[in-house]
Each structure stands twice: as structure tokens, then as C-alpha cells.
């Protein structure tokens, strides 16, 4: 543990070490600005537990279109990324150019896919329409009842846990302060936020402060009633299963899909380990497994992928994804001068790391808001509500 002296002070505060939280003082380090971490065990949150597909194309809902932008962005940037990341690290992130397979099971599911298809057509995106014999030919091991889907080749993935830990050492590395300690606090002086005091009473001042604490952001004591708006935890069971070499490879991409109303999405990793996820549940704080969404989970994916049931189940968990009012993130200075969000990323954290880091660390540095962090503005809910 970094030991802080009572009043230390240090260019840019960051209140959270989750994915996005380390990520942006990472960026922030190589900007040149002094960097603190606080977060009592840095390298953990929602990432830990995602399934790490990078889709900002299958993923597209109505409506989303500045979303889209943002998270093609993101997705271009993540090669390099990812590659950046292992040369400063010397660990790997499981970055993997896999592609993505939505498939539809009955005549309803297909007649959405072709909307969300023309859809994509009308957006200029690279989406291409397959029957079913031609889905089941990419994968095999789908259902024979497989009416058709959209192959899209530029959605991808990562793992997100190893991202986790090369983040982390990068940090460590770059000279990022760690400091494992609780937020107890914000600090504001004079109508500006300068910094928190920790849980065992250290105040730790900064330029700026960034929110990076996911769906407990807007829970941080001494937050101004407005700043910010309520970022609801979103509870994602998943679960991991390992495919025997002889099985290998079991799916060669990302294959996803509505089951019954619900998404379905099945990640084969390099490693042979299989994560099926996840249920979309509004149950507060709550991360308890349970059996209906083991159960319902593995169900769904029998559907979809028969053969799965001789795999071995290995890991089950869950996590919070933060979901902001509108579920797109919260990029950037708040109506409280110093303070700055980074959160609200909903179902998108893993994929809007790379593009995140970069915007805050651009706007950490040069006091200007990039054009495409622009419509994520957490003053945008402000303005709503006047």
C-alpha cells in the first residue's frame, strides 16, 4: 500500500480503479501529469466479471447513433491498445479480431435481425446478412433450427480480467500512485472540488478530481446535490466454462442472440474457456448468484448451441453494470468545477476503455472537451431538466 501524507497533493485524483478508472491515469500519466489512484482494491470491478466483446455494431440499438460513433472509435483504436499495453506490461490482454455472428431461432427473431440489418445498411455499416445453412457452416456447432443472422466482422473481443491486470502494471510502472484506500468524501472549497478525504482521514488534494467509482460514483458523500445523476447498478450474472482441447475450437467467434426475449451471448477465449453471459437485472446492489439465472442462462444457450451441455461448468459470478440515465456514459467536466465523470458506461465499459482513456486524458491535459466526448457531457441531464 502507497502511504499518503495527510494533505498530499497531485495533479489529477482518480476515485475508483476499475477499468476505466486505471485506464484514464494511464493516459494521464503520459500526458505527464502527476496521477493518484484511490480505490481500496485497485484492479477490481464490473470488468472482472464481463465477458469482454468489443460490439459496438451487433450491440447498436435505436437511437444510439452518437453511441455507434463513439464505440466504432473505440473498437479501432484497440489493436493498438492492446498492443501498446503488452509492450509496456509484457502481458497479454486476449485481444482477438474474432468477428461477431448474431443468429435469430424463430421467424420473430429474424424479421428483427433483417430491421436491425437494413438498419446497419442505412448507417453505411459493415454488416452482411447470412441464411441459416451459411451460419451454420461458419459455426457448426449452432442448432440446426438457426433461421439466418448478420455476420459482422469488425466486432471483437478481449479478455477483460487479463486487461485488468496489464492495466494495472502499467500503472505501477508509468508511476501512478496507488493509494488502497475508501473515498469517504468529496472535498469542495470555494464552489470547486479539490480532492477526497479517505476513509482512515487523509485528505488528498488535486487539480481535478475524476469519478471513476462505476455505479457508486454518484454515491460519494460530500457530492453536490445535481452534479451528477443516479448511476443504477445493472446486476449481469455469467458463467465461465472450459471447452476440452479435443472440442476445440467449439465456436470460432462471438455468437449471440434473443432467446425468449432475453440476450444471449457465448465468448470463446484462445485458452479454451467459454463465457456465456448474461442476465439484465434491476436488483439494486445485489450480486448474489442465483439458480434461475445459472439456469436460465445455460437453457437459453442449449437453444442456441446444443453440444454446450458436455462442457464443464467452472466458474459462475455476477456483476454491477453502471447504467446512467440514458445508458451512455459520462464523459467530462461536471457543473462542479474540478470534478470530472468517467462512468456510466452500462453494457459498454470494456468495449469504451481505450476511446475514454484517451478523452479524458486529452481534456485532463488541455483543459478542452474533445468533439466526440461532446454528447456525453454530464451536464446534459442538467439541461434536460431546465
Known amino acids: 500500500m502507497t502511504r499518503l501524507e495527510d494533505g498530499a497533493r497531485t495533479d489529477v485524483l482518480v476515485v475508483g480503479g476499475g477499468i476505466i478508472g486505471l485506464a484514464v491515469a494511464w493516459r494521464a500519466r503520459q500526458r505527464g501529469l502527476a496521477v493518484t489512484v484511490l480505490d481500496p482494491r485497485p484492479g477490481g470491478g464490473a470488468a472482472l466479471v464481463a465477458a469482454g466483446m468489443l ?32 509492450a509496456a506490461t509484457g502481458l497479454e490482454t486476449g485481444y482477438r479480431a474474432t468477428g461477431t455472428l448474431a443468429v435469430a431461432l424463430d421467424a420473430d427473431d429474424k424479421a428483427e435481425l433483417g430491421e436491425l440489418h437494413a438498419f446497419h445498411q442505412r448507417l453505411g455499416l459493415d454488416s452482411t446478412w447470412v441464411t441459416g445453412r451459411e451460419a451454420r457452416k461458419l459455426e457448426p456447432m449452432l442448432a440446426p433450427g438457426v433461421r439466418g443472422g448478420l455476420h459482422v466482422a469488425d466486432d471483437h473481443q478481449v479478455d477483460g480480467r487479463r486487461l485488468l491486470t496489464a492495466l494495472l502494471r502499467a500503472c505501477e510502472r508509468a508511476g501512478v500512485v496507488l493509494h488502497r484506500a475508501e473515498a469517504a468524501e468529496l472535498l469542495v472549497e ?97 450480486t448474489t448468484v442465483t439458480a434461475g439465472g445459472v439456469y436460465e442462462l445455460l437453457r437459453d444457450a442449449h437453444e442456441l448451441v446444443p453440444g454446450i451441455t458436455e462442457l464443464p ?49 486529452e481534456y485532463l491535459a488541455t483543459g478542452t472537451v474533445p468533439a466526440l466526448a461532446a454528447p456525453f457531457s454530464p451536464s446534459r441531464f442538467a439541461r434536460s431538466s431546465a
Not at 445508458?327 to 470494456?350: E, F, K
Open 313 to 361: 461448468l467452472v466458474e459462475t459470478g455476477a456483476g454491477l453494470r453502471p447504467g446512467s440515465p440514458d445508458n451512455a456514459p459520462l464523459l467530462g467536466p461536471t457543473a462542479l468545477p474540478g470534478l470530472v465523470a468517467a462512468t456510466g458506461h452500462y453494457r459498454n465499459g470494456v468495449l469504451l476503455t481505450p476511446v475514454t482513456a484517451d478523452l479524458l486524458a
Open 190 to 286: 470555494h464552489d470547486r472540488a479539490v480532492g477526497v478525504r479517505t476513509g482512515t482521514g487523509e485528505r488528498v488534494t488535486a487539480g481535478r478530481t475524476v469519478l471513476a467509482a462505476g455505479c457508486r460514483s454518484h454515491r460519494l458523500p460530500g457530492l453536490p446535490d445535481g452534479v451528477l445523476p443516479p448511476v443504477r447498478p445493472v446486476k449481469g450474472q455469467i458463467l465461465r466454462l472450459r471447452i476440452p482441447a479435443p472440442y476445440r475450437p467449439f465456436l470460432s467467434r462471438n455468437v449471440r442472440a434473443v432467446v425468449r426475449g432475453a440476450h444471449l451471448y457465448l465468448v470463446p477465449r484462445a485458452d479454451g474457456e467459454l463465457v456465456v453471459g448474461a442476465t439484465s437485472e434491476e436488483q439494486g446492489y445485489d
Open 55 to 86: 460490439a459496438p455494431v451487433t450491440e447498436l440499438q435505436y437511437g444510439e447513433e452518437p453511441l455507434l460513433h463513439l464505440g466504432i472509435a473505440s473498437n479501432r483504436r484497440y489493436a493498438e491498445f492492446a498492443a501498446e499495453l503488452a
